[in-house]
């Protein structure tokens, strides 16, 4: 399995088990994050976000599926929670990864390019402008992925934006100066012509 299926599968499972991530950055980790709460959302499980483990009191038959979330590079804190009962998904640096990742099911943050390609792939998203925007910046993939599925069709992330933005003052610029020099007319037709094609491609300006 690739590590979007293992984090899908683990979700599911009903097993009390534990996963490890190496989340790489606080900006790698929040789209590992952003990805189990998507999946967790779906089927109604809650996460939480555990920062010190306590033992619990006794098992609930009622209570609703939960999964803990621990951010720690404390030892201490990632054994009391790798030696409980708890269903847990455990972020750490590399250091404790290499340690554990042996035992557990574990999700090296390294890979996470790949990750985002599976997942939008898994979700049927192929638009190359918004998985490389995604890539450059995973810490924004989800609210990335929810921009673009409103507006598909007319999608323009926000370095695109501004690129097209710039290129609309410089081209204006240029005509400008065309003008005012009375230079070469079919140099000004073709720069308007330019103008009004990345107008076209970008709702954010049209």
Known sequence: MNNIDIIKSFIESSEGSKLLVNQVSDEIGLF????????????????????????????????????NICISNNK??????????????IFTDYKYYKIYSNKFNSINGYNYQKDIENYLK??????????????????????????????????????????????????????????????????????LKKEVSLKKFSFLIY
């Open 122 to 191: 898994s979700i049927s998203v192929d638009n190359f402008e918004m998985i490389n925007y995604c890539l450059s910046l995973p810490y924004l993939t989800f609210s990335e992925l929810s921009k673009f599925l409103i507006n598909k069709t007319g999608y323009v992330n926000e370095n695109q934006s501004k690129e097209d933005t710039n290129s609309i003052l410089e081209l204006r610029k240029e005509i400008f100066n065309l003008k005012k020099n009375y230079k070469d007319l079919k140099k000004i037709y073709f720069c």
């Open 32 to 67: 590992y994050i952003n990805l189990i709460e998507n999946y967790a959302r779906d089927k109604n499980i809650k996460l939480s976000r555990k920062d010190t483990f306590i033992e619990s009191e006794g098992t609930d038959l009622f209570a609703e599926k939960t999964i």
């Open 76 to 89: 201490n804190i990632i054994e009391k929670f790798i030696n409980s009962n708890t269903k847990t998904i």
